[in-house]
């Protein structure tokens, strides 16, 4: 048995030491230009290779770390992984960057693509299949995205991303809204009224100006007469009815079969 040991230590030290003889691996890039390593990486890029073109990008980045082409290198391979469906790979590529540039003449396109990234996340083969709202899911990839959308608009009111930014704030705005009415919707129906009372105010406070705030006024007053709080009920109508005078809550209620007459 020992000596069944000893050949079997000998084989694999011999696999082992031998693994050292294989040549190594030929590096196509060796001797690469700065240009031609942007320019491959580019190529493949434009040909959906994103793979590749992270790797020309990392490989034109050590290489020749000061330039311009680093400085666009790391720009790209934010995109590439963006587009290979890596989006925390790619986040971080835009943090590093506005870290390390933050005065740079295309940081806007950065925060611009950050804020892109978080706002189209995928949802993954359930959301597809059940064709899943944003507002359904959850909200910390919608407020990184107004984030960095506002940091954009705020910085750099005049870059050519910022009146797309501002198009896509509105929808989060909304979005956000929505959540919480989902989450207020959930507890009406469980009689859990309190909560959803201060989920609903919760919007009407923080995104007054979204179109949420209409059923979030409804439902702080379906709530608050379910708790007997004839004051605050009355204070949440008062408003509802100033600025929707013609709601249609007030006839097909908040599942669109109860009347509003019946919270009385």
Known sequence: MRSLAVIAAFIVASLVAGCGLLPDAKDETAGWSANKLYAEAKDALNDGS?????????????????????????????????KDLEPASAI???????KLHPNHPNVDYVYYLRGLINFNEDLGLMGIVSNQDMTERDPKGARESFDSFKELVTRFPNSKYTPDAILRMKYLVNALASLELHVARYYMKRGAYLAAANRAQYAVKNYPNAPATEEALFIMV????????????????????????DSEYYVRGLDRKEPWWKLW
């Open 50 to 82: 994103y793979t590749r073109a992270i790797k020309y990008f990392e490989k034109l980045e050590s290489r020749y770390p000061y330039g311009r082409y680093a400085q666009q290198a790391q720009i790209e391979i934010a995109y590439a992984y963006w």
């Open 222 to 245: 379906k709530a608050y007469d379910a708790l007997g709080l004839d004051d605050l009920r009355d204070d949440a109508e008062r408003v509802m009815r100033k600025n929707y005078p």
């Open 92 to 98: 971080a590529a835009c943090d590093r960057f506005i």
